[in-house]
């Protein structure tokens, strides 16, 4: 039996449903986003202001109860009192160099730091001890963070060298743009929705959390999933892009806690929908990812048809040519076409008489010529049938786990149907223009005295 078919109701829907409420195309970060908290990892949104990438953050520490949050613009200029809590005084007093960090960074279990990297070194050195191992050094002692997600924003990914370990502490690295023209109408009627308390429902307490981790543990990875993640090992060396041991073991990680979310025994094909935000260094890299996923796992590749919907010109180009073609020398229907317009007149239209010579005016094909037009067009037709009958099986046997699986962003199922549904009604449209011209070819005029055979309709192949 299918995975989809055991898989439990969602649990994680009224979550998600709550983080992409009221927002328009951010079905992938909202997901990324909540995958991300629910592994304990860190995300970065890479994108212009004004496209949602805090109020995300701000919606996810609604989803923890109980969650301290932490937000700030980071600048040149912003130091670390501003992030980590200022200097304890009293301590100063005892020869202690301590801060004093409620309300501040080190104590939120959710945190936004928007233009995250254009903060000075000092303050990127602690954040990259506090993103990897939880601690933050106050004085002398070293203190266990509760921090469960930071969020970073950038406008764009850093370009020194010297910040790239701290980009690499992003598990999730994923493109945020404005909404597109086909969704702006939408866009410009939306009402602001204020802060509200999520329903009981989309809440994530800790023991859910640890429960969930727990089961990701002992989560399988099949050698299907593994065969595919040694071809985008592949794909990252072709296109020349390197991943480090360690993020390869990150990403199998989350995968791993993907799969236990939904109930799942060990990871699917399915899962690996998050490639393009894990791989992916550079932005203008998450498309080759994106597409990747979408040809080797949505089998969305490019298909071999436009050979058959030139086979089906070809026939209709034919008949055309052997339905203009002009009686036979030795016919005078032409002639008669002639005398038959003469004697109705230059204003009669075309009077029945016409119309009957004009017909006895075409030239007229042996039966064996028509039977071997219609055979070698019933031939293709089968052809077409048989193509068609397998495009619908492949896209049942993609579209049913797609639309089962509680992670896949609606925008990618959307793009996976429109893909399969897109080639099976080209090629069901194919079958029945063949249909028609199949039809014209039975219906060419007739002369039982001929019985030449006519060279097979051939067209160039692809």
């Keep these: 039996m299918p995975e989809h078919a055991l898989a439990p109701p969602r649990p994680w829907a009224p979550a998600l449903a709550e983080l992409e409420h009221g927002l ?3 079905d992938v970060a909202a997901r990324a986003l909540l995958l991300a908290a629910l592994a304990g990892e860190h995300v970065l949104l890479l994108g212009p202001p004004g496209t949602a990438k805090s109020e995300l953050a701000r ?6 109860p109980g969650a301290h949050y932490f937000e700030r613009l980071l600048t040149r200029f912003t130091v670390p009192e501003e992030l980590f809590g200022p200097l304890s005084l009293r301590a100063l007093e005892d020869d202690r160099y301590e801060r004093l960090t409620e309300g501040y960074l080190p104590s939120a279990e959710v945190a936004f730091l928007d233009e995250v990297f254009k ?3 000092a303050i990127l050195n602690t954040l990259l001890g506090l993103l990897h191992e939880r601690q933050f050094d106050n004085g002398s002692q070293r203190l266990p963070a509760p921090l469960v997600c930071l969020v970073g924003a950038s406008n764009e990914q850093p370009q020194d060298e010297s910040l790239l370990a701290f980009y690499d502490r992003f598990l999730l690295r994923v493109p945020v743009q404005p909404v597109d023209d086909a969704h702006f109408a939408e866009l410009l009627q939306i ?8 329903p009981q429902d989309a809440l994530i307490d800790h023991r859910q959390l640890d429960a969930l981790r727990a089961r990701a543990t002992h989560t399988g990875v099949g050698e299907g999933v593994l065969g595919l993640l040694l071809q985008a090992r592949q794909h990252a060396a072709q296109t020349g892009q390197v991943v480090s041991d360690r993020r390869w073991r990150q990403l199998v990680d989350v995968l791993k806690l993907q799969a236990a979310s939904r109930g799942a025994p060990e990871v699917a094909s399915w899962d690996l929908w998050l490639l393009p935000f894990v791989l992916a260094a ?14 080797r796992v949505a089998q969305t590749a490019p298909l071999p048809l436009d050979g058959l919907e030139r086979a089906v010109t070809a026939f209709e180009q034919q008949l055309d040519i052997e339905r203009r073609a ?19 007149g230059p204003t009669a239209g075309e009077s029945e008489m016409v119309r009957i010579t004009s017909e006895r005016a075409q030239r007229r094909y042996s039966p064996v010529h028509i039977e071997a037009r219609v055979a070698q067009t019933d031939d293709l037709l089968a052809r077409l049938a048989t193509v068609h009958s397998e495009l619908l099986t492949m896209a049942q046997s993609v579209l049913e786990p797609a639309r089962a699986h509680d992670w896949l962003p609606p925008s990618w199922l959307a793009q996976i149907d429109s893909v399969h549904t897109g080639r099976c009604t080209s090629v069901a449209a194919l ?18 005295t001929k019985v030449d055979r006519p060279a097979p309709v051939t067209w160039e192949s692809p």
């Design 191 to 198: 009402t602001a929705a204020s802060a509200h308390a999520p």
């Design 326 to 344: 002009p009686a036979d020398a030795q016919d005078d229907s032409a002639g008669k076409v002639a005398l038959a317009k003469a004697i109705a």
């Design 282 to 295: 550079d932005p203008a890299h998450v498309p080759g990812w994106a597409d990747f996923f979408m040809h």
């Design 24 to 26: 328009l195309q951010r």
């Design 431 to 448: 079958i029945a223009q063949l249909q028609t011209t199949r039809n014209g070819f039975a219906g060419l005029p007739v002369d039982e």
């Design 119 to 121: 903060a000075n070194s």
């Design 59 to 64: 919606r996810l520490q609604r989803l923890l």
